[in-house]
């Protein structure tokens, strides 16, 4: 991917990450909100690097619930998601 493609994607996710805060929190901002979302983009091909996200949450909490989602993809597997 290209500086300029990189710069139109990140342009495009922004708008969307604006449009689903709204749509999800009804137009609601700040404290004010209650719903929390992570929008991931990457390349289909898996030999290209360049997966991005953008939040209306801090890091700590994406961090926290991107864990959450690694562990119920060991649950889909029929892996435990307790350690021990």
Request: aromatic letters at 8%; proline letters at 2%.
């Amino acid at each position: 991917m290209t500086a300029n493609e990189r710069s139109a994607l990140d342009s495009k996710l922004y708008m969307a990450a604006a449009l689903l805060d709204r749509f999800l929190n009804d137009g609601k901002e700040g404290e004010d909100r209650a719903t929390g979302f992570i929008l991931a983009v990457f390349p289909f091909d898996l030999n290209e690097s360049g997966t991005t996200y953008v939040s209306n949450a801090d890091p700590a909490e994406v961090k926290q619930r991107i864990a959450e989602l690694a562990a119920l993809e060991g649950v889909e597997n029929g892996e435990s998601s307790r350690a021990g």
